[in-house]
């Protein structure tokens, strides 16, 4: 009978698939099942519609500010123009290519639309230690010769083919065409290559050889893309989300309201906005309601201070948040009778996607999470444990999802469009089994009542996207070139 009690408890919470409670009456609920002490302690990572409000207007006013020019220096949401201006509407046909790079491998893509019609090839190459550390040269040759690779495999080397290329490194970007490298990351030190534009890198590596015949036509990060990639399907879309190893926005915003746009044309009188916006709260905006285990993972990151609202929502950092309650509650006496284990107790040993696994059990069954614990060493968690186990992750989920339930319906109310698709890609929303019915829950609650919106999982975001864009580019140049 207790098992059963626990059971309607935990899937109250958890999963949102009964009639929904608000605060009070979940708190209610678990405490007859839960330990007092950790429910008690968990609180902290509860955030209620009032915390989350306050959030929202703080966001807004970033927001704000980092669309302005004499505010945007020194604004903490950058608000970068993205310089995509048009969203695919179903009648760009031809080839395209895109390139995605990230990390230590990058992926070439052709892309052939017609109307509804999508046929997509890819394939993987690898950057060798020894570029990802050499000149710039060196790397946008090695890049060059594989996309010469690609097209001569794919038959389309004698045809000039547009490309979209998604770069995931931290850029200014100055156009549609032209992005400025403002530090490596990811483990890259190429040089000479800070500073300058990377798309005439990779333009002048191409023509170097001579061979293939490439014409580089956007730059765009993964956000962009992602929001590319479900426009072409729904063209309601007007925000693109990641929620992943990191997390970041854009959204469509009007290009009057974009003061740090450069160019003179002013195109459909919208453009696609970059929030950047794990960086919120670093001036400290969101210390009222970060915790001791945000305060820990910052500290020991490799940015300390740095992407705040990052660190509280995404994959790189929650297990790690997770595994700091765990190690807190059981030196308090509070777990596994106080007795932990070395992996618990090591930093970075609780990976995120175990949290994923452990809410992927039907309530009241522990059968991941078993398995979890013994790989931890921790053989002799009880039942128990794994009731107090649980919370302790639905509480560090749900709050990741809050806070980006609060940005996104910042942005649905600042848009002001009556029926908005807000696509979304990133591990997490993809694997956490209740990552979505969380965000749509409070997003409702959040946003303006007379807004219709759905979320969007993105297939392939960042090569589909950059494609995309490459064929709306292609299809503007056409129709300019016409008139």
Known sequence: MRIKRICDSVNVF???????????????????HLSNEIRDKCRELVLDNDKLRKIMEIFLDNVHRGLKRETHADSIVKCFPTYVQDLPNGTETGKFLALDLGGTNFRVLLIELSGE?????????????HIMLGSGEQLFDHIAECLAIFVKEEQVADQRLPLGFTFSFPLAQKGLTKGILERWTKGFNCSNVVGNDVVQML????DRRGDVQIQVCAILNDTTGTLMSCAWKNHNTRIGLIVGTGSNACYVERQENAEMWDDVDMGSGKVSINLEWGAFGDDGALDFVRCEYDEDVDKNSINPGKQKHEKMISGMYMGELVRLALERFTKEGLLFGGKGSDMLFERGRFYTKYVSEIESDPPGVFNNLREICEELGLKHASEQDYINIRYICECISRRSAHLVSAGLATLLNKIGEKKVTIGIDGSVYRFHPHFHN???EKIKELCDPSIEFDLML???????????????????YNQNSRT
Do not use: C, W
Request: net charge negative; charged share 35%.
């Open 458 to 476: 993105s297939e392939d975001g960042s090569g589909r996207g950059a494609a995309l864009v490459a064929a709306v580019a292609a299809r503007l």
């Open 117 to 129: 019609h999508f046929e997509m090839k890819s394939k993987i190459f690898a950057i060798p230690q």
């Open 438 to 440: 969380l965000m749509m």
């Open 14 to 32: 958890g999963r949102i698939e009964t009639d929904r409670l608000d605060e009070e009456d979940v708190d209610e609920t678990i405490d007859y």
């Open 203 to 206: 333009n002048e590596a191409i």
